[in-house]
């Protein structure tokens, strides 16, 4: 790529940002577009004060006032408001504006000048992006002991970040878990593979046998599950008959307001008519889910699940962790998610069939992860613009208008790279439903490792060997040593791609996300149609993780990359890191919802994506010098790259171990608070109430209107 195609996207990316903004800053100070902009601060019943005045400038005027505002959130408020979760993203953009910003200071200081003056002779009569990187150092030059420096500086730094990160994130979930020590999943553990009790003919008693028994003094109560498809489909019939039922009477009020004439008259004894007919039907199916819910029909679908709960959480804490029965098979035990995480339907699956579920799940995975190549491929086909013209002569046409191929090459094959790419997370987390988690937290998380690969395998290293790819994944197979070589020449030759991509990932994906043009037009057309006349329900959707820990991962992945290889990406990558830090701090305080809280264990996972970005970079290197006849520089590189693989053997025991269990000194700990507030009993008889299933939960939806079209918004 030329200067010139360069300038381009970054003119077009940075232009499109600024209107996107702009338009955003405007939007965010309508009143109307408050269940947009505000969804969860409305959720929270929060007051928003908006200049209501119709003729005021600053209501129409664009303002910065919203990235002051999101400068000046401190962490601990969006622990305490969001939760540490919430935390862990904002996290992870302020590593990469920390590492991204050391490495612009070394590359600006010390590589680019080294790169610029790196051809011995001066023979540089083309003006390319190539002078700033390490392709302009000669073969065998002494200059490249410098970018060896370089890499283990850089190396070093981001394990020193990593660590402190994974130790602060630590500290910070064990005061999680205790400022949330109310919660009920503390003192509750989920049994399954519960054996069938023969003497009383079912299995919820053989629950309370086998705790009793084992647990005297501890065990508390326990919550069998059932199978409730039919009564959760008549729930949900019996809503939809609800919602039409309030906009019938809603629809009669407003008539009654406003009734002249007798033909209006006639129109509304035919919707009386109506309204009383879906009552009818309503008063039915509420009598059948009476029956399913009855006792006697319920304990023919028992499934062999139960939440137990324990009189403390050392006990629950104990018990979750150790093997119940001989029988490995049975009486599983694992501490439970917490109430409103619970994915019910996937409890249903019985768990010895749970392996095969995981299996299919990968596999799918792995089959998209291959097979999107077709479209990203021909995606980088249009960015070589020169292949086009060989394939569409027609496409010669573009040449006619100045300024328009720089546009092409520039800005289009990220772009529709992007919207392929946006649909990813959608189909990943609809498969990882699939596979059986006990927990939504747990489906995402898994989502999150996919999309992840799905980017690294598909963005970042298609870009890389796209063109001869067959070939060259053939070559590699057959000769794994050449690997380096190979990944290095393609790193260096594909560095300007990735800068465009960086550019249009950061500057249009974080200003479409904050500008939510897709709520925004439903809402529109919502409207429209309503003539405006409803009040209107908050968009309320969760916290979109599977989307943005991957991507910001995939551009810490890139940045690392070229940290040594091609400086001039860095500062780039700042803004980036600065825009995402800024709109995703908007998005948590006003916009998103929480639905769950899981104390940060999406860290350790972030931890392992930046830990694979840095064995990359070093992989990279290691070829580079091999490519450009340095070998003592090459075979120096091993030692800090078996460093890194030991650093992150260490971080598994050190750290890793906390994330994934409840240590019995905090739960210890927790009680005796408990105790000295005299809080302990109240808990656990909480915790014992908490987990009802839903096919188990009362009919409570014909209350009024605005509760039960909320629905639309709840994310699921
Ligand atoms: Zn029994």
């Given at each position: ?23 955003f800053?405007?939007l ?5 577009n408050?269940?947009i902009y505000?969804a ?472 479409l996300e904050i500008l939510q043009p897709g709520l925004l037009s439903w809402d ?15 968009y309320?959707y ?45 998005q948590?305080?006003?916009v ?125």
């Open positions: 790529m030329n200067p010139e195609s360069l300038i381009a996207s970054v003119a077009i990316n940075f232009g499109l940002a600024m209107v996107v903004l702009s338009l800053s405007i965010k100070k309508q009143p109307s408050a269940p505000y969860r601060r409305l959720s929270l019943n929060h007051q928003i004060h908006f200049d209501r005045r119709f003729f005021s400038l600053r209501r129409y005027c664009p303002s910065l006032s919203w990235i002051s505002r999101s400068f000046r959130v401190p962490e601990t408020e969006i622990l305490h408001a969001s939760g540490l979760d919430a935390l862990v993203v904002i996290r992870l953009f302020k590593f990469g504006i920390k590492f991204s910003v050391v490495c612009t200071v070394v590359g600006l200081a010390v590589l680019i000048p080294v790169n610029y003056n790196g051809q011995d002779e001066l023979s540089i009569t083309y003006h390319s992006m190539d002078a700033f990187t390490i392709s302009n150092i000669s073969r065998g030059s002494d200059r490249l002991w410098i970018h060896f420096g370089c890499l283990w500086f850089l190396s070093f730094y981001a394990l020193y970040l990593l660590y402190k990160e994974y130790n602060e994130i630590l500290i910070k979930r064990i005061q999680q878990l205790q400022q949330i020590r109310d919660r009920p999943d503390q003192f509750t553990v989920l049994v399954r593979e519960i054996p069938f009790c023969t003497e009383h003919k079912a299995r919820a008693c053989s629950a309370d046998h086998f705790f009793s028994k084992y647990y005297p003094h501890d065990y508390h109560s326990y919550q069998i599950l059932y199978n409730g498809k039919d009564v959760e489909e008549l729930m949900n019939q019996a809503k939809s008959i609800a919602r039409k039922i309030n906009n019938l009477k809603e629809r009669s009020e407003v008539k009654q307001t406003n009734r002249s004439g007798t033909f209006l008259l006639d129109k509304s004894d035919r919707e009386e008519a109506k309204l009383a007919l879906q009552e009818e039907k309503l008063e039915e199916l509420r009598l059948k889910i009476n029956q399913l819910q009855s006792e006697s029909t319920l304990k023919q679908k028992e499934l062999p699940v139960a939440f137990v709960t324990f009189k403390s959480r050392l006990a629950a804490t104990l018990v979750a962790q150790s093997q119940q029965h001989s029988h490995p098979l049975s009486w599983i035990t694992s501490m439970a998610p917490e109430p409103r995480d619970v994915s019910w339907r996937n409890l249903v699956i019985p768990y010895r069939i749970l392996p095969l579920c995981r299996l299919g799940v990968f596999l799918t995975a792995t089959l998209l992860t291959i097979f999107f190549a077709i479209p990203v491929t021909a995606v980088q086909g249009i960015a070589k613009f020169e292949k086009l013209k060989k394939w569409f002569p027609p496409a010669m046409a573009i040449q006619l208008i100045p300024g328009l191929s720089s546009v092409i090459t520039g800005y289009l094959p990220s772009a529709i790279l992007k919207g392929f790419i946006y649909i990813i997370p959608f189909a990943m987390l609809g498969m990882a439903k699939l596979g059986g988690s006990i927990s939504k937290s747990k489906e995402e998380i898994k989502t999150c490792n996919m999309v992840f690969y799905f980017l690294v395998g598909n963005v970042f290293f298609l870009s890389l060997l796209s063109g001869s790819l067959l070939d060259q994944i053939g070559e590699s197979f057959s000769h794994p040593k050449d690997f380096p070589a190979r990944l290095a020449s393609a790193v260096s030759a594909q560095a300007d791609f990735f800068m465009t991509y960086i550019l249009t990932d950061g500057l249009s994906g974080f200003s529109c057309i919502k409207s429209c149609f309503y003539c405006g006349r409803k009040e209107k329900n908050p309320l969760s916290l979109p993780y599977c989307r943005v820990i991957p991507m910001a991962s995939l551009s810490i992945l890139i940045g690392m990359v070229y940290a040594v290889v091609s400086p001039l990406l860095l500062p780039f990558l700042i803004g980036y890191f600065c825009l995402g830090y800024l709109v995703f701090i908007n948590i305080e006003d998103y919802d929480i639905i769950y809280e899981t104390c940060g264990e999406y860290w350790p996972h972030i931890h392992s994506y930046i830990l694979m970005a840095v064995v990359l970079m070093q992989i990279t290197m290691i070829g580079l010098f091999g490519l450009k006849s340095k070998p003592a520089a090459s075979i120096s590189t091993i030692p800090l790259l078996l460093l890194t693989l030991m650093f992150n053997e260490y971080c598994k025991i050190r750290f890793l171990p906390s994330f994934r269990n409840f240590s019995v000194q905090s739960a210890m700990k927790n009680d005796e608070l408990d105790m000295k507030s005299n809080r302990l009993e109240a808990n656990y008889e909480n915790a014992s109430n908490a987990y009802s299933p839903p096919c188990l939960q009362p009919l409570n939806f014909v209350a009024s209107g605005s509760s039960s079209t909320r629905l639309f918004g709840s994310s699921s």
